[in-house]
């Protein structure tokens, strides 16, 4: 996807691979993004992204990103998990999760109050093996700015989040850990 005057970023394929999550930008200033969640479906036949759609559940005025497609192994469910500073956060932003439903729409997006702090949090990523969510956050003790915390999914709450510590925090800013199966 491409557009003349927004920066695309920040993709997620749902695990069928048939969907993707992506952001549009727009360089509000020389020091502010503002970004919306979007979706396409993959053509099968040619592998390319059709009908891309803004998400309903941007807000104008305010960003939405890092979006990560995950499965709980749990119940089955596919969510797709984002960070934003938009209506309803602590401050900052926040992780939200909304489930995608078969159709490729979303469900009502809930924020993760659990995990969430006054400060910033981003760069979710849920790996379903140790129903665990990694993001990075300025709001809680770190090693410097931005650490990777993780909090895991037991009997449908988010438990209290562990800085991962070191080697992988360091004294800068830690983002988007991921885990490769």
């Known amino acids: 996807i491409t557009h003349p005057k927004r920066h695309a970023a920040n993709l997620a394929f749902t695990p069928d691979k048939q969907r993707v999550f992506f952001t549009l930008c727009d360089y509000i200033s020389n020091t502010e993004i ?10 099968g036949a040619t592998a390319k992204w059709v009908d891309p759609t803004r998400l309903d559940i941007n807000t104008t005025g305010y960003s939405y990103n890092h979006p990560h497609v995950s499965k709980d192994l749990s119940s089955g469910q596919v969510y797709l998990y984002f960070a934003s500073n938009g209506p309803g956060t602590m401050g900052g932003f926040d992780i939200w999760r909304a489930a995608v439903k078969t159709d ?26 140790n129903q665990a969510l990694y ?12 650490d990777i915390y993780k909090s895991v999914w037991i009997d449908n709450e988010w438990q209290r ?21």
Do not use: H, M, W
């Not at 919306?36 to 479906?41: D, I």
């Open 104 to 129: 490729g729409s979303l469900g009502t997006a809930e924020n993760l109050e659990q995990i969430n702090t006054d400060k910033d949090e981003l760069t979710p990523f849920f790996y379903p093996p």
């Open 34 to 43: 503002r970004c919306e969640l979007y979706t396409a479906s993959i053509d």
């Open 161 to 181: 989040p562990e800085n991962i510590g070191l080697p992988v925090n360091s004294s800068y800013n830690d983002l988007y850990y991921a885990i490769d199966a």
């Open 135 to 146: 993001f990075s956050t300025n709001g809680r003790f770190s090693f410097g700015g931005y």
